[in-house]
């Protein structure tokens, strides 16, 4: 059977680590993101079909729009990465722009669940062996400053996740939160807007986990045998642990 994986967020980090990983196992690709030129650029570079798809995940017009117009040859969807998002913000809860908490909930939340909703039916429709691989944060399950409403949005993405899970029982549909710790991508640069030495920084003289990695666990996931579901997967680079508690005093 041809595999087809949709993925968000196509044009850096994870997902077009994905996209170079799938199409390296012979699967076609639809992918999407804001950025043409980075499609253009990625469509040019791999030798699988592929469509593009120049698209906001916040845009819920938008994306039923793109969904329902999918040539032939690419409605059959297999997997159906939902990796699109961002962090923004990273002071604290008092000095954060408003603003800016809307977009994470509006990308992280809203986007992904636009995305799930219009692609469902043909998830459905393929049945036994396709998935939903939506990519959470180990910050949707562990708090830390500056987390605030990022750490909120991929706690949103665990939950729906396992939620979705008990609606599509008996459609052979799976869903997997899939939940890294620190990796080097575009992200701090994102977060920061555009600060490259406080990213540089951060991944400093350390071992954060690659996009690779990611990509990799991602082709894992959705290449199990169809009895298989993984609900959660959380990974951390071997060298990032939990910090003790933080102690108010005098
Ligand atoms: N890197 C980490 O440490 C880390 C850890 C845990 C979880 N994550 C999660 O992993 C996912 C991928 O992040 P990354 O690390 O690969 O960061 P990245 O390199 O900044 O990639 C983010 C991707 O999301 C896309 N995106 C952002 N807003 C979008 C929108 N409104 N509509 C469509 N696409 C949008 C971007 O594409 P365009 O700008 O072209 O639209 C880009 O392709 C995110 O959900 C992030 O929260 C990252």
Redesign the pocket.
């Known amino acids: 059977m041809k595999k087809i994986a949709f993925i968000?967020?196509?044009?850096?980090?994870?997902?077009r680590a994905a996209a170079e990983k799938f199409a390296s196992e012979g699967w076609s690709l639809v992918l999407?993101?804001?950025?043409l030129e980075?499609l253009l650029d990625i469509k040019e570079c791999l030798d699988v079909p592929t469509h593009i798809i120049q698209?906001?995940?916040?845009d819920a017009a938008a994306v039923k729009e793109a969904v329902e117009s999918l040539p032939n040859e690419f409605s059959e969807i297999t997997a159906l990465i939902n990796?699109?998002?961002?962090?923004l913000a990273p002071e604290g809860a008092a000095d954060v722009d408003l603003s800016d908490w809307h977009t994470m909930i509006d990308?992280?939340c809203t986007?992904l669940v636009n995305v799930t909703h219009a692609l469902l039916p043909k998830l459905i429709e393929v049945g036994a062996g396709t998935t939903i691989i939506n990519?959470g944060?180990i910050a949707g399950q562990w708090p830390y400053p500056g987390s605030h409403v990022y750490g909120a949005s991929k706690a949103f993405v665990k939950q729906f996740s396992y939620n979705l899970r008990c609606d599509l029982q008996g459609t052979g549909v799976r869903v997997t939160d899939l939940a890294?710790?620190?990796?080097e991508?575009?992200?701090t640069l994102?977060r920061t807007k555009g600060d490259q030495t406080a990213s540089d920084n951060l991944y400093k003289g350390t071992t954060p986990l690659s996009?690779q990695d990611i990509a990799e666990h991602m082709f894992y996931i959705a290449d199990l045998p169809e009895h298989i579901n993984i609900n959660r997967v959380e990974v951390m680079p071997t060298r990032q642990a939990w910090s003790p508690f933080a102690i108010d005093r005098d």
């Open positions: 968000t967020g196509a044009t850096s980090g994870f997902g999407s993101g804001r950025r980075r698209l906001d995940v916040r990796n699109a998002g961002l962090a990308t992280n986007g990519v944060s890294p710790g620190i990796a991508t575009e992200f994102v996009a």
